[in-house]
Nanobody, 117 residues
Framework: QVQLVESGGGLVQAGGSLRLSCAASGRISGINVMGWYRQTPGERRELVATISTVGSANYADSVKGRFTISMDNAKKTMYLQMNSLKHEETAVYYC???????????WGQGTQVTVSS
């Protein structure tokens, strides 16, 4: 099992920045990919960015150039630097980890990001 704990959410003005963190614990050595997703009430959870343990990153088009995902591979701690935040990016942000050999994925409890207009 893998446990994920997010931190760093909060209230920020539009145009501001936040840095989210996700700390993984448990059987972290098997993690292949970690990622950030976000969800607003009544909407589907959507991909924000993912990063593999070899450093390959993938971003949603809407955040390219503003968000940066990174990972401390040894600790399996992941970060999301969010710049130039927009009001419509207010959401609960979730950390995700996938282990391919087990065909398993894990979710954190989420952290609220509120961007005031």
């Amino acid at each position: 099992q893998v446990q994920l704990v997010e931190s760093g959410g909060g209230l920020v003005q539009a145009g501001g920045s936040l840095r989210l963190s996700c700390a993984a614990s448990g059987r972290i050595s098997g993690i292949n990919v970690m990622g950030w997703y976000r969800q607003t009430p009544g909407e589907r959870r959507e991909l924000v960015a993912t990063i593999s343990t070899v450093g390959s990153a993938n971003y949603a088009d809407s955040v390219k150039g503003r968000f940066t995902i990174s990972m401390d591979n040894a600790k399996k701690t992941m970060y999301l630097q969010m710049n130039s935040l927009k009001h419509e990016e207010t959401a609960v942000y979730y950390c995700n980890a996938r282990i391919y050999v087990w065909n398993s994925e894990y979710w954190g409890q989420g952290t609220q990001v509120t961007v005031s207009s």
